[in-house]
DNA sequence: CTCGAATCGGGTAATTTGGGTT
DNA sequence: CATGTCCAAATTACCCGATTCG
């Protein structure tokens, strides 16, 4: 089991996971758009999104520490 | 799905609520102001939420096992 | 009664969303 | 087709002092 949609984990904001990418906030909603990514919504319309997920898709390479969205 | 309103449910502090949803605690009193979330009142005004109706706004998500307010 | 942490309130920046365009 | 940028509107985050919780 990788990423289950009811798995326990930790959420992360759009410029979060931004930034372990190196890309524009706006591409990672157009990955949760396409459904390459799950999202889960906030009660105002937000997303977040899970770390482990997003791990797994950086193929277990862990970003420079670098604090996004502070 | 078992949430009555006047049933056995553990009530969370809003840090916690916060928590699970990756959010500010401000956010979710503006979540309980809006009618959002359901929010009991302690009496001194204090907001509590049931964990029965957030488990259930969070779609079937559960947060990672975080202490949040003890 | 005292104390540290949390949660009130409001007010103001920063982020996110969504569509359309490049 | 994927990504980056511009825009307006909505949502969220951080600031303060005062009050409540445990």
New binding site residues.
């Given amino acids: 089991m990788h990423a289950n949609a009811t798995e326990e984990d930790v959420l992360l904001?759009?410029?979060?996971v931004?930034a372990m990418f190196r890309?524009?906030?706006?591409?990672?909603?157009?990955?949760a758009k396409?459904g390459k990514l799950s999202a889960i919504r906030?009660?105002?319309?937000?997303?977040r999104y899970k770390e482990s997920e997003v791990r797994e898709l950086l193929g277990g390479f862990i970003p420079a520490p670098r604090e996004a969205?502070?």
């Fill in positions: 904001t759009p410029s979060e931004a890309v524009d906030p706006k591409t990672v909603t157009r990955w396409a906030t009660l105002g319309g937000h997303r969205a502070e």
